[in-house]
């Protein structure tokens, strides 16, 4: 169940947003990692996986496989949400649970120059997105 059906990890999306010059070039390429990101089949969309803080509609489907390692699938339906939920998807799948709790999410945001181009609701969901994953992840 991996979200892009091939492995994105931290390093190819800084790699990404090193190359994207200015915050409109960085939007672009949110724009493109949205439409990566494949929807979430309806079944999913429902209460229980509901992500909430986030100003958009947003579900959060979780699996860890027999090795402890997990995978995550995020929707929204907002674009530029579903962009920021693929680059914390990018981070934090294909990892342990101590590997996801030992992210760190602030400096992999500050890097990519993101949070301080979003509005603070949009900062606050993404902050919600991620706790939910690390609240997945402990459960």
Not at 1 to 18: E, K, V, Y
Not at 80 to 105: H, P, R, Y
Request: glycine share 6%; hydrophobic share 45%.
């Amino acid at each position: 169940m991996h979200p892009f059906g091939t492995t994105l990890t931290d390093t190819d999306i800084r790699t990404l947003f090193q190359a994207a010059h200015g915050w409109e070039a960085r939007y672009k390429e949110l724009i493109k990692l949205a439409k990566q990101l494949p929807p979430l089949a309806a079944e999913h969309r429902i209460e229980a996986n509901a992500i909430h803080g986030c100003e958009s509609q947003a579900w959060l489907v979780s699996e860890q496989d027999e090795e402890g390692i997990w995978q995550f699938h995020c929707d929204a339906d907002a674009r530029i949400v579903k962009g920021l939920m693929a680059v914390v998807l990018a981070a934090l799948s294909n990892k342990s649970t101590e590997q996801i709790q030992a992210f760190d999410m602030d400096a992999y945001f500050a890097e990519l120059q993101l949070l301080s181009h979003l509005s603070p609701s949009r900062g606050n969901g993404l902050r919600a997105v991620v706790e939910a994953i690390k609240t997945k992840a402990e459960s």
